[in-house]
């Protein structure tokens, strides 16, 4: 089916609105790659924070659920939660976030720079997970936090931003693919 030209004018206008953040990617080989990278990425990430770095101060229900027997179900519910945070953190807030960037910089006569992208990451980020956290007691706590939560919403957004919000989506919830599997093997109960 082919798009009218008041429909790819239309489409144009949306994507210059969201400083070019799109829902698919453009060159879907090199987002791909983008997303396995991710995913491992992320994975490596909280293997070494979980199973090694800081195995011996997380709490026993972390443990509890990742080492517990329904492995198929634990899968099912990550992967059901990932694709939420997805909705929710990036194509709801960062988009809107960018969108009102890009107002502001118009009105100012420019286009949104990459520090501005990053900044809505990392700040749409944080407002997913600041709620959910205890405040870190100590510098170890603050590295691990960053490690386990900060640090893959990064990646999750940088994937929206460069490759579409389905390179986000398909990365998020593709990593739990590998990772429930890894910490079921390095946290036993």
Not at 2 to 29: C, K, M, N, T, Y
Not at 83 to 109: D, H, I, K, N, P
């Amino acid at each position: 089916m082919q798009r009218s030209a008041d429909q790819r004018v239309s489409a144009a206008s949306i994507s210059q609105l969201f400083g070019g953040l799109r829902l698919w990617p453009e060159a879907p080989g090199t987002a791909a790659r983008a997303v396995v990278a991710g995913m491992l990425l992320v994975t490596a990430v909280i293997v070494v924070a979980d199973g090694f770095l800081f195995r011996e101060t997380l709490s026993p229900a972390y443990v509890a659920f990742f080492s517990g027997p329904n492995l198929a179900g634990r899968i099912a519910v990550l992967m059901a939660s990932a694709a939420g945070e997805e909705f929710t953190y990036r194509l709801v807030a960062m988009s809107g976030l960018v969108a009102g960037l890009v107002l502001l910089w118009r009105a100012q006569g420019g286009r949104l720079p990459p520090s501005g992208f990053l900044a809505v990451i990392v700040i749409v980020q944080a407002i997913n997970i600041v709620p959910k956290m205890q405040p870190p007691s100590d510098l170890a706590d603050l590295t691990y936090d960053l490690m386990r939560y900060l640090f893959p919403g990064l990646i999750w957004g940088w994937l929206y931003w460069r490759h579409g919000w389905v390179s986000a989506l398909a990365g998020h919830v593709g990593t739990h693919l590998f990772l429930a599997p890894l910490l079921l093997v390095l946290l036993p109960a």
